[in-house]
């Protein structure tokens, strides 16, 4: 006959539930039965079935097994009864308990033991049933404590604390108050540690248990310390790997960058991409600040597709409002549909506003509501429309200079100027010259379909060299030097010829000793012969501009035989 607790636990299908006869063959199995022993069937012979199952544990005195049916599949199995006529048995999957809470919840105080499941713990543990009586600890706990099992199993708690064996602690008020509770205390043997105590109540409410977790504090804290440094370190290498890859993307490597000033600029850009806030660079013309600033918008939304470059120079004043903010159908001359401007194109993405400097004062002022509220008014329009979108600002002027002439607004520079980024000149920062000039003629390479490199004679010229128009100038010079080379490489007369024919006229092996003044004259030299020495110079370096006597003479706006005459004078006063 089934008592009404097996029988509950029979229909309720919680557990498998299977009843064999004299001959061990199955006279009840319930659905839990069937799902955990695929084809299990009444009538079948058990130990037939169950290879696994050994025929041993049908007669021997244990009661309460946790066996394995294959490598990963383990129950816990209880006999409820051995009779030789019934023998009644029950199964539940390990891995269908949660945790030990779980496991007590359902089984209450009979079923199965729970000294394997709390060994698994990495944890100390400490089990005590409702008065206070310690049923249940781990090896973690015996050492952690240095007690032994004779010493706390089956002794009640409140005893171990008068005689100084376990302190006052959470287990205690959990079981005057039946809520959760936390403590630090200090054991016997000097350890501190963090116990964490949990009432565990039966189905009808009554606390039949408290279980303890304790762990070492001198162990959290090195845990703690380890995983904030290995945090810290993920965060640091996940965001340093985000800018290469951002950088990459224009195939520009970052980690060739040389000077400590850029390094420091990679490493603050590193840190400002997961914020929005505004960007103000500065820096002289041709420095890098569009080639940064598509590096952020990479690095933030892993794509251009929302990069708007706006040149604040290039567009008339009448007409930047509109090209702005958009317009709306009848709101000026000529307005014959909506049209959207370019902040809502930019709409989930990055608007660089170059040129700051030069954006009208009238609309300075509406950019700077744009940045307070977060919202825009076509021209013409009434309804408003979010900004979502991020601002990076760039200038080569001088921002708080021109606050001084008020031809820039204070409040917009205090809006702008919350992460400030200044690039300095490339001839600050000579290491990655030859790195950026390497990097830009491997693209010349792959656009001209050549493969051009510099011999030694040249990247002296280009170190010597002052680069006034900056990474600008060097890409215009590299250019115009990968079209005259035709054997593969750019020699110094090459170079020479390609950077005199850029914005700064001047021979480089003479820019320094200009910086101070021509020195036209030598002491004991006649005025005549100066002169003559002086317009050989000029005309020398005109054929190496130019490379015919005839480009020459028509730069220097005279005849070519003025040319060849001068240059035999020169000669003849050598």
């Given at each position: 006959m089934l008592g009404k607790y097996v029988l509950d636990l029979r229909s309720q299908n919680l557990w498998a539930f299977i009843v064999l006869d004299k001959d061990n063959r199955i006279v009840t199995i319930n659905e839990k039965g069937s799902e955990y022993f695929k084809g299990l069937k009444d009538g079948d012979p058990f130990l037939d079935r169950l290879p696994w199952f050994k025929k041993a544990w049908l007669y021997d005195d244990v009661h309460k097994r946790l066996v394995k049916k294959s490598k990963d599949s383990q129950y816990f199995m209880e006999f409820m009864s051995k009779d030789e006529e019934e023998k009644l048995i029950l199964f539940k999957d390990t891995s269908e308990f949660k945790d030990s809470p779980?496991?007590?919840?359902?089984?209450?105080?009979?079923?199965?033991?729970?000294q394997p499941f709390v060994d698994g713990y990495n944890d100390a543990i400490l089990i005590t049933n409702e008065e206070g009586n310690i049923r249940v600890s781990n090896q973690n706990f015996y050492e952690l404590s240095g007690l032994t099992h004779d010493v706390v199993i089956n002794k009640s708690i409140f005893d171990l604390e008068k005689k100084n064996i376990l302190p006052y602690c959470a287990i205690m008020d959990v079981i005057k108050t039946h809520q959760p509770k936390d403590s630090i205390v200090t054991l016997s043997n000097g350890k501190e540690v963090m116990m964490s105590a949990n009432p565990i109540f039966d189905n009808d409410g009554n606390m039949i248990r408290v279980m303890a977790?304790?762990?070492?504090?001198?162990?959290i804290n090195r845990l703690y310390k380890n995983l904030s440094?290995?945090?810290?370190?993920k965060n640091q290498k996940d965001k340093k790997e985000n800018i290469i890859a951002a950088f990459n993307k224009m195939n520009i490597d970052v980690n060739t960058f040389k000077s400590p000033v850029m390094q420091n600029i990679l490493k603050l850009i590193e840190d400002i991409v997961a914020y929005d806030i505004p960007i103000l660079m500065t820096g002289e013309s041709g420095v890098g600040k569009t080639i940064l600033a598509k590096g952020i918008c990479l690095a933030k939304k892993n794509s251009l597709n929302n990069f708007v470059h706006i040149n604040c120079s290039a567009i008339p004043a009448n007409l930047i409002e509109s090209e702005l903010f958009g317009y709306e159908k009848g709101a000026f001359t000529g307005a014959d549909k909506s049209t959207p401007g370019l902040f809502e194109v930019a709409q989930d993405g990055i608007v660089l506003l170059d040129e700051i400097g030069d954006m009208p004062l009238q609309l300075q002022s509406k950019l700077l509501n744009v940045l307070q509220e977060k919202r825009f008014y076509?021209?013409?329009?009434?309804?408003?429309?979010?900004?979502?979108?991020?601002i990076i600002a760039a200038t080569n002027q001088d921002l708080k200079e021109m606050i001084k002439r008020g031809r820039f607004r204070k409040d917009l520079y205090f809006r702008l100027n919350v992460m400030p980024i200044h690039i300095p000149p490339l001839r600050d920062?000579?290491?990655?010259?030859?790195?950026?000039?390497?990097?830009?003629?491997?693209d010349l390479n792959r656009r001209f379909s050549k493969d051009i490199s510099l011999d030694e004679e040249a990247k002296s010229i280009l170190l010597s060299y002052d680069w006034p128009g900056n990474i600008r100038e060097l890409k215009s010079v590299l250019m115009r030097a990968a079209i005259f080379s035709d054997n593969g490489w750019i020699n110094s007369k090459i170079l020479l010829r390609a950077i005199s024919g850029s914005s700064d006229l001047q021979p480089v092996e003479r820019q320094q000793e200009n910086r101070e003044g021509p020195k036209l004259w030598e002491p004991g030299k006649p005025l005549k012969s100066t002169i003559v020495n002086l317009e050989a110079q000029i005309i020398k370096e005109a054929l190496e501009v130019y490379g015919t006597t005839r480009n020459a003479a028509k730069a220097l706006k005279v005849d070519e035989s003025t040319i060849t005459r001068k240059i035999s004078r020169a000669r003849n006063y050598a």
């Open positions: 779980h496991m007590w919840c359902e089984i209450g105080e009979s079923i199965i033991g729970v977790y304790m762990m070492d504090v001198s162990k440094c290995k945090t810290i370190n076509r021209v013409g329009g009434k309804r408003p429309i979010q900004a979502n979108f991020e920062r000579k290491e990655d010259l030859l790195i950026i000039a390497h990097n830009l003629l491997e």
